[in-house]
């Protein structure tokens, strides 16, 4: 058996991240050494452009740009300790996809400004060694599951996502982890989807002091080359610590 190890890193929404998680997904990537890395979308907030933002398009752009630059410093972080061996791929998340309808929007008063708004460019994902994979070309499929932003936000999201996907599937989006096995006639592989958590912070100025029930970690996947069968789990981050096979990761 030859397997490949997968890490999937979830909602960061720089700069409303969580640091103390975001660097121990650090530690792991560093520790874990992955032969696959995904950024399973949401990197950045991008509130600033969102449909709902009320500002006009000068402020809106100054606030996108601090914004990417805070997204671009975790981006170089990640970069910094992921093996030159590892395959890095970056999923366009529903967050990332605000700057483009954003820039649609506005192209007649932002002129020369537009070329270059769209968000490969202001995250230099072709320079950092990344695929890009846009929203409506997801999932990105290995062996026999993919990987996705996701689709659902409701309290049964993953029997959504494995009924509606028609595969199993791995993704972020609700920032709680759930897991769900669908009816399947595969003796050998279940169909089943998984959501991995996030990093950003919980409380969220939108839920106006509302707990919620998310759940920081980081998601890995072994897919075995030959077959196409895969092993996932989701590993929590708690108070800053995720333990992986009995190793220790602190990021505080």
């Known amino acids: 058996m030859s397997l490949k190890k997968i890490l999937c890193i979830p909602d960061i929404?720089?700069?409303?991240?969580?640091?103390?998680?975001?660097?121990?997904?650090?530690?792991?990537?560093?520790?874990?050494?992955?032969?696959?890395?995904?950024?399973?979308?949401?990197?950045?907030?991008?509130?600033?452009?969102?449909?709902?933002?009320?500002?006009?398009?000068?402020?809106?752009?100054?606030?996108?740009?601090?914004?990417i630059a805070s997204a671009n410093l975790i981006l170089d972080r990640f970069d910094?300790?992921?093996?030159?061996?590892?395959?890095t791929i970056f999923l366009e998340g529903n967050h990332e996809r605000r700057l483009l309808r954003w820039a649609v929007k506005f192209a007649v008063p932002l002129g020369s400004r537009f070329k270059g708004l769209n968000i490969e460019d202001q995250l230099y994902i072709e320079k950092r060694g990344y695929e890009f994979i846009r929203m409506e070309n997801q999932p990105y499929n290995v062996g026999k599951i993919g990987f996705c932003h996701g689709w659902y936000a409701n309290i049964h999201h993953a029997k959504a996502t494995v009924e509606k996907g028609g595969q199993s599937l791995m993704y972020g989006h609700t920032h709680d982890a759930q897991s769900f096995t669908g009816m399947h006639l595969d003796s050998e592989q279940p169909r089943m989807a998984q959501s991995i958590g996030c990093l950003c912070k919980y409380n969220q100025a939108y839920?106006?002091?509302?707990?919620?029930?998310?759940?920081?970690?980081?998601g890995i996947v072994y897919v075995d080359e030959k077959t196409g069968r895969f092993w996932p789990t989701f590993h929590p981050i708690i108070a800053g610590e995720c333990v992986i096979n009995g190793k220790v990761y602190n990021g505080s």
Do not use: F
Request: charged residues 25%.
């Open 207 to 218: 839920l106006n002091g509302r707990p919620a029930n998310w759940i920081h970690g980081v």
């Open 13 to 67: 929404q720089a700069p409303k991240h969580d640091e103390t998680a975001v660097s121990t997904a650090v530690s792991i990537v560093k520790g874990e050494k992955p032969d696959i890395l995904i950024h399973i979308g949401d990197l950045c907030a991008l509130d600033s452009v969102a449909t709902y933002a009320k500002t006009d398009w000068r402020s809106a752009l100054e606030t996108a740009d601090s914004e």
């Open 80 to 87: 910094q300790v992921t093996p030159k061996k590892t395959k």
